[in-house]
């Protein structure tokens, strides 16, 4: 039992023995320093008055005692009681605030952490005592240059390497906006079609009770050197009155294999689906990679950008940070059929509708898999980082036909924070060189994140280090 806990069960016992003693012949009651607030009515045949707007008077009082016999049985001490217990701080403040000193908005103490690969387990002496599998969670208790400190479900506490972790964004950067369609109601579509299993369906699960963030949230992870990334570009975000808006960061591959399937399906079946994924070089694998992809390897996310216009100051566990109090997600262009100057596949034209001024529209609905949610007019080199620049400085690719302004908000945004876009979705972005860490690695997120939250508050977290 925390001590909160047992400071409350003593309040509590205190109450019921007072009412207990009010059941005796007599009752005195000799306070010392009291606060105005508790003092009784100057009748002794009243019920006790209880004054909420007095303040309390640090200096002794001398009180006459009260004497109150079997007629005052009765007396009602409720509105006392709920004094008494108004005046007792909230939990929060009897645990001791864990001071930020990392990168993130709030303390890495207390993170819901996940294994990539197969992972060993170090004592202090940096000695392998345990491994652990992919996708084994655990509670983040501290961390070092180099690795954090894991508590894992069954007592085993050691120290696992930061490059190959995963770390849930919630718990780090809750001022972000987190909507993980893909495990509520997918929004995958190509050129405004459902995708039959797909469109609508809850892929996997993530949403649950999140202690460290004292609310309901998915559990939304990525590399432990993305999410620095990440920190980074809501960083510049924030400056400009906006916030990013994550729709997903891993992806379980059985989920993306699911999609694999249904696209393919669909693309068999339309030929205009069929030649909207396959214009200009790009295919089938740039909208919906038919292997493990950056997602699976936590080093990919896709977003989208919301104009702020209130902040307010949310604690955390002792920890203020700003967070949205009002704000509106980017716009959506619609995808239309039949567009007389839309782009033509096969035998059918589409097009996308837009204001004249784009600052706060992104092309497309989000997941709209075809050649209309593109960033460039061609492919580009995925996994090199930087090559989409170098390919748009020369001329090689061009900006895709429905660019847009808000579009290129968002990729600045990332790019400045050292993300790469994808030449074929705009709200996509790369964080290359940890991808290359996980694939060296062989990490293939072959597993599920779950509803089993890990997270903790920090105080929580520091107290279970050995």
Known sequence: MRKNDSLLFAIAGCLIAAMLIIGGTTLYIGIGKPSPALLPAPSVLASVVVEPDLAYEAD?????????????QQVDLRPLMRKV???????????????????????????????MIVLK??????????????????????ENDTKVL??????????????YIMVNLP??????????SNAEASLFRSLGIEINGITGKTLYESKVYNEKLGREEFIMPVQYHTAKKIMEAQQIAKEQDLTIVLYEGFRP????????????????????????ISKNGFSKDFYICTGVSNHQQGAAVDVSLAQVSKWADASFNGNTISVPEAYEEFWYGEVIADALDGIRFGSRSFGIVLPEETACWMPTPMHELSYLAGTFTRPTKTYTHGAWKTALENGSVKRAAYW????QKLQDIFVTAGMDPLASEWWHFNDIPSRNTAKSAGAAGKFEVGTDSFSMSPADAVALVP
């Open 60 to 72: 002794p009082v001398s009180v006459e005692p009260v004497r109150l016999d079997r007629s005052l």
């Open 253 to 276: 591959f059985s989920a993306q294999m699911e999609v694999v399937s249904a696209m393919t399906a669909l693309a068999n079946k339309d030929p205009a689906v069929r030649a909207a």
């Open 171 to 180: 718990d780090l950067i809750p001022s972000i906006i987190y909507k993980n």
């Open 404 to 407: 847009t302004a808000g579009a």
């Open 121 to 142: 387990v170090r004592d202090d002496s940096g000695a392998a005592v345990d491994t652990v599998s992919a996708g084994t969670p655990f509670t983040i208790l501290k």
């Open 150 to 163: 894991a508590r894992f479900a069954d007592g085993l506490t050691g120290w696992v390497d930061k490059n």
């Open 85 to 115: 217990v108004s005046l007792i701080p909230p939990a929060e403040d009897f645990l001791p605030v864990v001071e930020n000193t990392g990168v993130f908005e709030l303390p890495v103490e207390g993170t819901h952490g996940i294994a």
